[in-house]
């Protein structure tokens, strides 16, 4: 618990909106489900593979594709139809998912 050595990418084009600290969750498969609540996370872009923050994790549940709500979606920054279609983009015909929630870790001024 507590130590930095994991890693979790995220699309480019959602970096300004995990960095201010706005998007509290991501909805991920299986393969990404073994995230430990209190630990912290390095925050990488997809794409360039750029460290550009550290989060905490502090949940990681089971969450069926069918229970995504509108409370998932505004935690996304998304509304909850474009949320539903990115999902089955990203893990098509997946059934259940997990949502991970963390918080940004500030960096010291
Ligand atoms: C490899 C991979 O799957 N990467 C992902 C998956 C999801 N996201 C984002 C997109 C949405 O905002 C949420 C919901 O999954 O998480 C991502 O950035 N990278």
């Given at each position: 618990?507590?130590?930095?050595?994991?890693?979790?990418?995220?699309?480019?084009?959602?970096?300004?909106?995990?960095?201010?600290?706005?998007?509290?969750?991501?909805?991920?498969?299986?393969?990404?489900?073994?995230?430990?609540?209190?630990?912290?996370?390095?925050?990488?872009?997809?794409?360039?593979?750029?460290?550009?923050?550290?989060?905490?994790?502090l949940s990681v549940e089971a969450l069926r594709f069918e229970d995504i709500n509108d409370t998932?979606?505004?935690?996304?920054?998304?509304?909850?139809?474009?949320?539903?279609a990115l999902l089955k983009d990203i893990y098509p015909g997946e059934e259940l998912l997990y949502?991970?929630?963390?918080?940004?870790?500030?960096?010291?001024?």
């Open positions: 618990m507590g130590n930095s050595s994991s890693k979790i990418t995220f699309f480019q084009w959602l970096r300004p909106l995990i960095e201010s600290g706005q998007k509290t969750i991501t909805i991920r498969d299986e393969s990404e489900s073994h995230y430990e609540p209190g630990s912290i996370v390095s925050v990488h872009t997809l794409e360039t593979d750029e460290k550009f923050c550290d989060i905490e994790i998932h979606a505004r935690q996304e920054l998304l509304s909850l139809s474009e949320l539903k949502v991970i929630s963390y918080r940004l870790v500030e960096e010291p001024r």
